[in-house]
């Protein structure tokens, strides 16, 4: 969001700072409040007994040797540059400009190839945190050593972090169908066929306009219309996950496929009434 803005790029390099500190600070593994205060200027000696990571300490892992190679980078080229040059070094990502600056050379260049560029992130925010590393604002966001820099090359201080454990894109996809399939397992024999329904108007809709289905409607709001059954598009407003954007673009027609089901499956129906009339007849207090 900020990157997308109408500010002038030095106050979007200050903002996208600022709110990497604050990530940086929610990471932290050690005393919340000893981290909150030192970043106001103030000390502490930690382990306060009452925050949450001193309450529930988090899983951590040993990121010394990383923050000694991030710091590397930091001063082999010269404490000159932002944090996506630095981590292009260390990943060995090659460019025209890191190439006429000679940094392809140095011995730093693709040492941290085992490690994608968000992670690097995480271990500039907990060098920013540290205060081993500060972003100079002035100089178009350059990093720079700070005051706890020296220990840590030196081997004098560790860098602990939160561990971090990445779901590959098929369990995400398989830990979302399963939820998916348990929900529509809750769904009633009646609410089902509605569902199928609506899924087949779905694809017909992301079809003519030329997208996926997912963006249309996700399946959790497709089980949600089907329990509920919108009979109009005031109505689709109850319809969890489905903004007014959708429900102007397709709440007419999933409210005429529920209107359709609801008149085939009434009992006595001496008829089906106009799908418009219902459509648009306005609901109770609007």
């Known amino acids: 969001m900020i990157e997308e803005g109408d500010a002038d790029q030095v106050v979007k390099r200050t903002e996208i700072a600022k709110l990497n500190a604050l990530v940086g600070l929610a990471e932290t593994v050690g005393c919340r409040r000893q981290a909150i205060l030192q970043y106001f200027g103030e000390s502490h000696a930690g382990n306060c007994g009452s925050c949450d990571t001193c309450r529930s300490p988090a ?46 050379k140095l011995p730093t260049f693709g040492i941290g190839a085992d490690m994608d560029a968000a992670a690097w992130q995480g271990v500039l925010r907990q060098l920013v945190v540290q205060e081993a590393v500060v972003v100079d604002h002035d100089s178009f966001g350059a990093l720079k050593l700070g005051s706890a820099a020296r220990a840590i090359l030196k081997g004098d201080t560790k860098v602990v972090m939160r561990e971090i454990r990445r779901m590959r894109a098929t369990d995400v996809m398989s830990s979302l169908k ?81 209107v359709g089901y609801l008149h085939e499956n009434a009992p006595g129906d001496d008829g089906p009434a106009e799908a418009e009339d219902v459509l648009y007849a306005p609901s109770p207090g609007i």
């Open 59 to 104: 899983a951590t892992v040993d990121a010394s040797v990383a923050a000694q190679k991030f710091l590397s980078a930091v001063y082999r080229t010269g404490q000159r540059f932002g944090a996506a040059y630095v981590i292009d070094v260390l990943r060995g990502k090659s460019s025209d400009k890191l190439r006429r600056n000679g940094h392809d």
């Open 178 to 258: 399963a939820s998916v399939a348990a929900k529509q397992q809750e769904l009633a024999p009646e609410d089902e066929e509605l569902f199928q329904t609506l899924k087949a108007l779905r694809s017909e809709l992301a079809r003519q306009a030329g997208v996926p289905a997912y963006v249309v409607a996700q399946d959790t709001t497709l089980i949600a219309i089907a329990r509920i059954k919108p009979a109009d598009v005031h109505a689709m407003g109850l319809v969890p996950g489905f903004g007014q954007a959708k429900i102007a673009k397709y709440g007419p027609a999933f409210a005429a496929a529920v």
